[in-house]
């Protein structure tokens, strides 16, 4: 049996970067990335628009305009069904707060827990399809 994959939107203005953790989550986690956005404007018409679709939305702070914070402020209350992480070079204990005051689920280090967010993602997807098949309910 094939695992369901999550679908994920990320939000990163750095196209290296972009790349990356697309390839990281496509070949380490079961996701696949439905698509990017690069600036806050971008990202916030992409998840209203409707037809589109995220289980997870991968969301970097600091972007080519606007930041990442905006994006959770507006968009969890917009998609309470999608889980909002954040992925990002300042993941200091005060920004770790305000994420999980804005209502994203985890926030990752760039540098030093890429692992964590492919982990993070995996975990999610095993629940995902668990509660799907009828397992898992009393959660």
Known sequence: MTARK???FLVEDSPLLR???TELL???APVIVVDVAEDETEALDWL???GNHCDVAVVDIFLKRGNGLMVLQKAVKLRP???FV???NAATAEVRRWCDQLG???VFDKSTEIDDLVRYCSEFAGKSLAVRS???RGR
């Open 104 to 106: 994203a689920r985890a």
């Open 26 to 28: 496509e070949e380490l």
């Open 48 to 50: 209203v628009r409707d």
């Open 81 to 83: 069904d999608v889980h």
């Open 86 to 88: 954040v992925l990002s």
């Open 134 to 136: 009828g397992q898992g």
């Open 19 to 21: 790349s990356q953790v």
């Open 6 to 8: 999550l679908s994920a």
